[in-house]
């Protein structure tokens, strides 16, 4: 499973523990914010963006708005998400 | 020595589970610290999801991590896409985790707390988990195909139909009975009305500020939501007060109701970004803030369960609901031990999202151990409360009467002791009228959420606050159930319609928009305003139907985990599905006849029906009907329930039939014969290489 490689190989010294907790710090808000916004089921645009760049680079990505936009429409479509009782 | 570590570890978490369990069970007289519930249910889940979920995993289902799965095969970066494993877990749990699992153990709370307790860690780790885990694993070896589509190409067509008909009846009566907690909540509540009232200006305002001003900024546009929520509350205290709108806000059940049918109307045909995606928003994130609230309140308050370990009424004569411990219990509390409906979310988006088949364990079975916390800790805040304010707060008008002396009275009957007084002075410190025969969970919860969160910030003079955040937190989420599933069912009736009429499929179509939709609405509209206008509280018949409902889905998800095991070949580890499965007929058929045939007019349905019926012909009108007509009426709601209860037996039996006859001919053939993908193009090297690279 790809797991973000750790900041720093070998934490040796203050300056560099303080790196590896700031990584630490800023991976986690980030997961944070992933996870929120998959919640109301809009995935990450970055994901996109480098998966649409790396497999049809002839094509123009959707910009920021029209993906928001695009699985708001999904969500509560039809075949859309079930909500638990 | 990483083995006796783990001996250690778990050895050491057995014991002190083993100590929490004997101390909730054994123990008499004087009332026990909810904090050894707390613990009993986190060392049961820890054991299950270290062995038994491991064992789901490698003899059961045998993951393979080499397989790729929908997500990896078909990524695309909108519908299927590797998602990391904890992200996934959130959104799985936000989307199974709402109003189900908090409302039955309440209503269960009258057998006392030591079934409600037993049920919901049982059923969780040997029936509810599994299902979610095996409905995920076959669903990620289709390429995250929905649970009917399997049912079809695993079973065959016409379970395939049955299942589809079966999951819509289920819908209905969801969105029926959630809708009816609600307008249980707020009839005659002002402040309650008000503040969910407020939710619908504040989420348009959010939909325009979504759609115009900063498009898709939800982190920002839901931080001022919930500031704006937090205001609405502090208002409604006010405009409760006031000499004008306190009265225009005091709305009664059948207004309520009718004002419910209206709103899911509109809010379902109106652009979804005006009012419904807002609305998500608040009632997520609301949820999972509630969820954490109540957890870290009650660790730090360390409430003592008041309620006694078993009452008297496991014998079924509860004022809560009718019908004695078995099967009822098991029906009561459905989301929790094992809902169905999770079945439908565990083959949605879940497994187009899924990384790899080893995260199945944690998202499939972890995420319902999570629910079923959610679960213990709502039992836990309905059985801090003084037993007598619990039953006076659950037992219908026409059981404890209308004012506080005779509820008191009525509770001292059955052993538990109150003045009128003391009820009327915790109605003033939650901020409402009465809080007498408000059944249907979400007050009493509210209460007990007040009783634990007061204890935390505030003390008894924000008491009023915390109760109408707690029932503005749970009438959110559910509102925004009810207008989702509206929209849901409407997708549905319209595909079902489209057999007949090609043009309702049109889903741009406005008039096939408005008609599938009018006819949801209606559907469940009507099994509401029924419930408002029961004498008995509605949710007496209401609440059984849709156990009988989810845990039936249960059932048809775990036959279908069954029949998937045995075409694979694996049918020695059958049981692991096949036992829950049966345990859940059991359960579903016996709660099932009893509703249709049970003599006791508080159970059968056509036991009522026929007592109103000789009624009318002697010429007597019975309470609550003040016409002849009004008696007809009751008899006719009889009969639409017990047919709606037939139906559910049908659905069942068939698929039991279909089950069978599918495992047995899957035993006579010596190769596995289930419709997966292939797994022929296993990850390469470069693949995973790749795969790291993009990650």
Redesign the interface.
Known sequence: ????APASPEPAGGADLLCVCRDTLVRWGK?A????????????YE??????E??HPEQPPLD??A??????????????????? | MGKLKTTLIFGAIAILGAIALAVIALHQGESISAVWIVVAALCVYAIAYRFYARYLAGKVMGLNAKRPTPAVRHNDGLDYVPTPRNVLFGHHFAAIAGAGPLVGPVLAAQMGYLPGVLWILVGAVLAGAVQDMMVLFMSTRRDGRSLGDMVRTEMGPIPGIIAQVGVLMIMVIILAVLALVVVKALAESPWGTFTVAATIPIAIFMGLYTRYLRPGRVGEVSVIGVVLLILAIIGGGHIAADPFWGPAFTLSGTTLALAMMAYGFIASVIPVWLLLAPRDYLSTFLKIGAIVALAVGILIVRPHVQMPAITPFIDGTGPVFSGALFPFLFITIACGAVSGFHALISSGTTPKLLENENQIPLIGYGAMLCESFVAIMALIAATVLDPAVYFAMNSPVAVIGDNAASAAAAVAQWGFHITPAELEQLARDVGEHSILSRAGGAPTLAVGMAHILSGVIGGKAMMAFWYHFAILFEALFILTTVDAGTRVCRFMIQDLLGVAVPKMRETKSWTANVVATALTVSLWGYFLYTGVVDPLGGINSLWPLFGIANQMLAAVALILGTVVLFKMKRERFAWATAVPAVWLLICTLTAGFQKLLHPDVKIGFLAHARKYQDALTAGDILAPAKTAGDMHRIIINDYVNSALTAGFLFVVLTMVVYGVRACLKARKINHPTVVEQPAAHELTLEDEAMDTARA
């Open positions: 499973m790809p797991r973000p997961d914010r992933r996870t929120a916004s998959l919640m109301v089921g809009q995935p990450d994901v996109y963006v480098a998966h649409a790396a497999t920021r708005t993906f928001f936009r695009l699985h708001e429409a999904r969500r509560f479509g039809a075949g859309g998400a079930f909500r638990c009782c």
